[in-house]
């Protein structure tokens, strides 16, 4: 069965079975997207578990299967970025000398690969995320701009204006 | 010489998304354009590079089997107790009763009843009658205007939250 008939199945009948079938096509995609934003290995998984938890509590929303990957990758965008508020609200509690600085200054998207983090740093943290939702987890433009809730054209904007930058720095260290 | 080739038209040429005639259009410009080509050669170096890059990552997160089936048992056990192993929805009018339940604590149960009244008849609601999920939303944000206009804007919100959480089985009540 594929993945796009998986989807479909669920959002059909949404018993534990088509949840099961779903849950085991998705988790390494959510848990990847976790991973690569700089989530440790636990907080990873407990992510994933109330995305899935919220994806099969709000299945019924969903009527149209193209649409799920994007909605899929809302729900786990905003579990990361919910996540992230939580842990800066308990920040204030620590004087500020005492925050580490990987805490303090943590941006949205703290990328796992040292080669990549490199090159992101010249880019806004909008770039960022079109970027890697582009190509490390592989959505359509269209999905991408579902997903940051911007215009298809800004999305493509974006990405263009990302790459010249990318070219300007690398042109800027030859 | 004019560049004319837009952002998306860069995009589409860089992911080969172009059809043969546009692309063609585009190739015989570059050949002419410096500037373009440069642009182009770049795009394509950083598309290449973006690319192997990502595809890295992505090999160096892999999963076992073994582990998403430990992770898929944990999450159906939170899912389980919460009363929707057999048929996963509530009805519209569980949802009702919940939602009155969690009211009557805070604001009384009498204030509870007359809330849900008010936010029945805002609605256009009648008994008997089926529900989709427009209609639900309305009631619920209806619900949760009468709910905050006396316990403030908390408690409006817990209402609204606890309302939209709730996978609802649409139909007659």
Redo the contacts between chains.
Sequence with gaps: MTEEEIIVRFITS???ES??AL??VV??QI??YF??RGCGPELA?DL??EV??SV??????LRDARLFRPWLFKIARNAMLQNRRHEMREVPTIEFDEVPADVAGMPVDVL??A??QQ?MTCLTEVERQI??LR??DGLE?AEIANVLDIPL?TV??R???A??K??RL??GRD | MEHWIS??Q??DFVDRTLTPSEEARITAHVSQCKDCEV?MC??M???R???Q??Q???HS???L?VE??R??D???N??RPVG??SH??WSVLDALVLLRCLMAPISGPSAARAVMAVAFDRSGMTPGRCLN?DQWSQFLSNLSEAFGSICGLEGARLIGHAGR??????GCY
Aim: glycine share 4%; hydrophobic share 45%; proline share 2%.
């Design positions: 949404a018993d534990e949840f099961s849950f085991r988790a390494p848990l990847r991973r690569a998984e994933l578990q899935m938890i099969h509590r709000h299945h019924g929303e796992a690969s080669q990549l090159w970027l890697m190509y490390f433009y054209g493509q904007w990405i263009f204006n790459k010249k990318l070219i690398s042109r | 952002p998306q860069w995009l642009l770049g795009l170096d950083w598309h590079l973006l690319t890059e990502t890295l990552l992505r997160l892999v999963y089997d998403i089936d992770l898929l944990h999450t159906l939170r899912i929707m192993k996963w929805t999920h959480s709730l996978s609802i089985d649409y």
